[in-house]
């Protein structure tokens, strides 16, 4: 709101003189040169210095190294974003963005703080976008901008955009309570429940009825700066000349007791009975304690105390990152465990699940003479039995290892998709091993039987009967001893077949459990995570004692 003027003749040269020295403190600030002046020489103009902005390059710098280490932290990065944005137009007027929002949505139907900050009484044709703040809708998001040129409202399905001519939202028209404070604009959105972390907005403020039943109430703690206390019971006395209660150079979360329903009444009263109701206004500003709520918005307001602000809070969460060396080799430890509980249970699993399965499967449904009646289906059985039953729940069991390995760490190395050795195993089985190495002995052993044994020894049976006189029962003895040789060789030639192959199978899972999973994956991605942490966790640390020197410098 803006605060009273005995007349407006002298409201207008007022907001000339503060107009023309804002423009001075910001020329001497920018644009200042230091004149040498010595005996018998002439004026000399020297490029000005200014230290201050040179420290703030390497924070700046040091800001942009720590974005480029860790991409991924993107609490800090748009906080860091935060700061650089500001810190880019330090000197130059800009806009803060303040977000507003209540505790309950009955509070801010009630609530006049927003009303009474806004209001300007004492302007001419105020009562024309004063009554259309008072009438705002309260179920949806209101933002309030500045134009000393007109008034307007953009309305939108989300939210409805105010632009008027509110004194408290421009940095040359608000009064002054410190001339060496550097003013921005300000941009208020009003929120109707608890709004999310909106990267654009520098901070919020809360308003409640009681300060009891607020803990906790944000989620983003870090981003509310100011907390309102707005109730009718009693509130301090404040004035032009009392003394804020931040102290000088402080900028932390702080609270505001005010009453703005007092202080909202004593300007209807004004706009109502004008002159007559100025005693009535006049006490209400005084006592509704808005002068301290305006000086701690100007206060936050400043650029430098809000970079001061929002670098402390970096470097707060910064250093909550850190991890300590010792916790890092008790992390490393707690995951060799791990590793150790799986080695076990997948030697578990393959010694008395996954073997004794495999080989029932071998014995009683591929047995030799089934060979014949199954012959192109024996590839697909053993398929549909390693889609299974292939070391099912070691696969999942390592998957879950090797994701608990990486969450311990804040920072894990950036590689590509690693895959499960034992998958990629099982996979290179179905699709291509049993195909390849399994059905051509099928194929191969009956063939071979058939045309080397069975039908030419079958041939010199019947021969031998037709043409050397041998007896029927002779003959069919020779058929039926080539037919059990041929037999003979099949079940000789699979057995021993499938016997050496299921044993290399095992001997290659147990490879890949020792080798490939536990230490060239597991292990080997234990070591690699420790290490890498170790070095971004120093890298942090540098980066971190880089910023606090500088600041300590200022």
Not at 183 to 189: D, F, L, S
Not at 353 to 364: A, D, G, Q, Y
Not at 367 to 378: A, R
Request: overall charge neutral; glycine content about 2%.
């Amino acid at each position: 709101m803006i605060l009273p003027r005995p007349i407006s003749i002298r409201h207008g040269i007022n907001r000339i003189n503060h107009r023309l020295r804002l423009q001075l403190i910001n020329h001497t600030r920018v644009k200042s040169t230091t004149i040498n002046i010595t005996p018998g020489s002439t004026p000399t103009t020297v490029e000005p210095i200014v230290p201050v902005q040179q420290e703030f390059k390497s924070i700046t710098t040091s800001l942009s190294s720590y974005v480029h280490q860790f991409p991924k932290e993107m609490g800090i990065i748009n906080k860091i974003d935060l700061y650089k944005d500001i810190k880019s137009k330090e000197y130059a007027i800009q806009t803060i963005k303040i977000g507003v929002f209540y505790n309950d949505h009955n509070k801010k139907s009630r609530s006049k703080v927003i009303d009474t900050l806004l209001a300007d009484p004492l302007a001419k044709n105020n009562q024309e976008w004063y009554d259309k703040v008072k009438e705002r809708k309260v179920d949806k998001v209101n933002v309030f901008k500045f134009d000393d040129s007109k008034f307007e409202i953009k309305e939108d399905p989300n939210q409805d955009v105010y632009v008027l001519p509110s004194p408290v939202l421009s940095a040359e028209l608000r009064q002054s309570f410190n001339v060496e404070s550097v003013k921005n604009n300000i941009e208020i959105v009003e929120y109707p429940s608890i709004p999310p972390n909106d990267d654009e907005v520098h901070y919020y403020v809360l308003v409640t009825p009681d300060l009891s039943t607020t803990l906790n109430l944000f989620p983003h703690q870090d981003k509310l700066l100011i907390t309102i206390v707005d109730n009718t019971e009693y509130t301090p006395s404040s004035t032009e000349s009392t003394k804020v209660t931040i102290s000088p150079g402080e900028i932390s979360s702080h609270v505001v007791k005010i009453n703005s329903q007092l202080l909202y009444d004593g300007i209807e009263n004004f706009l109502i009975y004008d002159t007559k109701g100025a005693s009535t206004y006049l006490d209400s500003i005084k006592h509704s304690n808005i002068y301290e709520l305006m000086k701690v918005l100007e206060r936050f307001n400043d650029s430098k105390q809000l970079l001061n602000w929002i670098l402390n809070d970096i470097v707060k969460d910064i250093n909550s990152t850190l991890v300590d060396p010792d916790e890092l080799v008790r992390i490393r430890d707690e995951s060799v465990q791990d590793v150790n509980k799986f080695g076990s249970f997948v030697h578990n699993e393959l010694q008395n699940e996954f073997k004794p399965n495999v080989e029932r499967l071998f014995k009683s449904k591929l047995s030799w003479w089934k060979l014949y009646l199954k012959n192109d289906n024996i590839e697909y059985e053993i398929k549909d039995f390693f889609l299974k039953s292939f070391m099912t729940k070691s696969i999942e069991q390592y998957n879950y290892i090797h994701g608990k390995v990486d969450s311990k760490y804040n920072h894990t190395i950036q590689t590509e998709l690693t895959s499960n050795p034992l998958q990629t195993l099982k996979n290179d089985i179905i699709n291509e091993r049993i195909t390849k190495e399994i059905q051509p002995v099928v194929y191969k052993s009956i063939v071979s039987s058939l045309t080397l044994q069975q039908i030419p020894i079958s041939i010199i049976g019947f021969l031998s009967y037709y043409y050397f006189e041998f007896s029927v029962n002779s003959a069919v003895a020779i058929v039926l001893l080539g037919l059990i040789v041929g037999f003979n060789n099949v079940s000789k030639t699979w057995v021993k077949f499938s016997n050496n192959w299921l044993n290399e199978l095992f001997e290659e899972i147990r490879l890949c459990i020792s080798q490939q999973c536990i230490e060239n994956g597991l292990s080997k991605r234990i070591n690699q995570n420790f290490s890498h942490e170790l070095n971004q966790s120093q890298i942090k640390r540098d980066i971190l004692q880089d910023i606090i020197n500088l600041q300590n410098k200022k």
